[in-house]
């Protein structure tokens, strides 16, 4: 009789199971932490990369920053700083990952004795939310800041004002609150049933608060809507009646050009109700933008591109990565060699951990700008018709065929082109603006999406008042030009371009033909 863990076989034979040892064999990839910090300094943008850097260069002893060696002419490691690099590497995984045993607490001493208490604590911080004058000091920092910019901010204008609006402490600081809320173009979007809670009022005084924000200078300021806005203007110049209350009513109307349905409303003529939207229009609907006090920020190029001074073998284009957005950074074995010959063991476990990162991220800045330059080569050669022709010429590309050309994977392409920015004789570009999605051509021939964009604009710029283009007329304009595209492409890339349909364009063009005459 054969047991429940045996079974038979042809012949007669009983074989039983037993238990068994099996091997499988399988592959996975290991994000190795030097792995890791290269793909995140890949994608990061110049002021992500030396805000990143500057932490490094804080944390870690061993590294320091080359201010005076050119990257170009930097000398590659030696056999004989290989070997020491290898030498002094040879502590055991468990030394390096104990612990170190200094106390780095006082390495930036705090004053005990000048510690703030919590009320001076809160004093502080109250004043550093603004100006005073509303009830408290000033905020010397603020005030510095202010002078320092050459500028008022709107905050402080405001706050100045309202001062001398009111003496009613609640009213002040709820003021103050509603100032902070402005948004930047001096709107205020608030929720007044959670104001009244928190400070204990009610909506009666919200309103209070509101309208003396509405009194202040610039006129419009605090306004919670397009058309309050627009009104508290008109009132301060003194022009409002009945028939700008309708107009600014029915804004959507005036925004279509609907004049003719403003007069029947309104009961004006051609020349008052010309006279109404030019006061409109000479308006600010956005107040509060004239007292930004941030600077707009400037491009700054990762790659340079320029013509070459004269015709070589490889190529009419000098490339070249700015040398002014790379990071330079040196590792200091003269600082490392001295210190470890004295150190502890717990020491020289934190040096040799620190040893290894500033290696790894000197490598990673190293291929982070190899991987920079050979995506810009390969779209400069590729693009090389737009640089010399214009944005006409713009070809049709994607990440997969640079991927492919320069050996590369369509992720790392994705990565690098990401907030990198190339200067060309053309102008500043985002890397990714010279990826677009192809339109056929009639003669197998294939456009650019910008290109064809580009060419939808000039259509509408060369329009004429009497022959308004269509989406339909426009694809028929295309087509004579050999781009083969659908009418809902070309409303849908009208619109991408903020171009209003034909039906505007033909409205304001009559208007505007009226008004020269």
């Not at 304009?477 to 659908?486: E, F, N, R, Y």
């Amino acid at each position: 009789m054969a047991g429940p863990n045996s079974f038979s076989v042809a012949g007669g034979l009983s074989q039983k199971l037993a238990p068994g040892l099996r091997q499988n064999l399988s592959q996975s990839l290991v994000m190795t932490p030097q792995l890791v910090q290269a793909i995140k300094l890949l994608q990061m943008s110049h002021l992500e990369l030396l805000q990143h850097v500057d932490e490094e260069l804080e944390r870690n002893p061993l590294l320091e920053r080359d201010a005076d060696t050119d990257i170009d002419e930097a000398a590659p490691p030696t056999a004989e700083s290989e070997d020491w690099h290898a030498r002094d590497l040879t502590e055991t995984n468990t030394d390096i990952s104990g612990p170190p045993d200094s106390d780095y607490s006082n390495l930036y001493q705090d004053d005990n004795e000048t510690a703030l208490t919590p009320s001076q604590i809160s004093a502080y911080d109250q004043a550093l939310e603004g100006p005073s004058m509303l009830g408290g000091s000033i905020g010397e920092d603020m005030a510095f800041d202010a002078m320092l910019a050459g500028t008022t901010s709107l905050r402080t204008r405001l706050e100045d004002q309202l001062f001398l609006m009111t003496t009613d402490p609640v009213l002040r600081a709820l003021c103050r609150y509603l100032v902070s809320q402005l948004d930047g173009a001096g709107y205020l979007q608030l929720d007044s049933a959670a104001i009244c809670d928190q400070f204990s009022t009610d909506e009666a005084m919200i309103e209070a608060a509101i309208a003396l924000i509405h009194a202040c200078e610039p006129a419009g300021i605090g306004a919670r809507s397009l058309k309050e806005c627009l009104e508290l203007q008109i009132k301060d110049q003194g022009a409002f009646d009945d028939a700008m209350a309708v107009i600014l009513d029915n804004l959507a109307m005036l925004a279509q050009q609907d004049f003719a349905g403003l007069q029947n409303l309104t009961g004006l003529s051609d020349a008052a109700l010309s006279r109404k939207i030019a006061c409109i229009r000479s308006l600010n609907p956005k107040p509060g933008e004239m007292f930004e006090t941030l600077e707009p920020e400037s491009l700054v190029p990762d790659v340079l591109v320029r013509p070459r001074a004269s015709e070589s073998v490889d190529g009419s284009w000098h490339i070249e990565l700015n040398s002014e957005v790379l990071p330079r950074l040196l590792l200091n074995e003269v600082y490392y060699q001295t210190v470890s010959k004295h150190a502890k063991q717990d020491e020289k476990t934190f040096l040799n951990t620190s040893l290894q990162s500033a290696s790894g991220l000197i490598k990673a800045l190293d291929q982070r700008a190899r991987s920079i330059m050979k995506v810009a080569t390969e779209i400069v050669r590729m693009q090389d018709a737009f640089l010399t022709h214009g944005i006409e010429y713009l070809k049709p590309m994607t990440l997969k065929q640079v991927a492919d050309a320069i050996d590369m994977h369509e992720s790392t392409v994705s990565r690098v082109t990401s907030s990198k920015y190339i200067s060309t004789p053309r102008g500043i570009f985002e890397m990714k603006f010279f990826f677009s999605s192809s339109i056929a051509g009639l003669n197998g021939a294939v456009h650019s999406g910008e290109s064809v964009r580009y060419k939808i604009r000039q259509l509408i710029d060369q329009e004429i008042a009497g022959a308004i283009l269509s989406d339909d007329a426009l694809v028929e304009k295309l087509k004579a030009s050999g781009i083969d595209i659908a009418r809902r492409t070309v409303a849908k890339y009208r619109e991408a371009l903020g171009i209003p349909s034909s039906v505007a364009r033909r409205r304001e063009k009559r208007v505007t033909v009226e008004r020269t005459r």
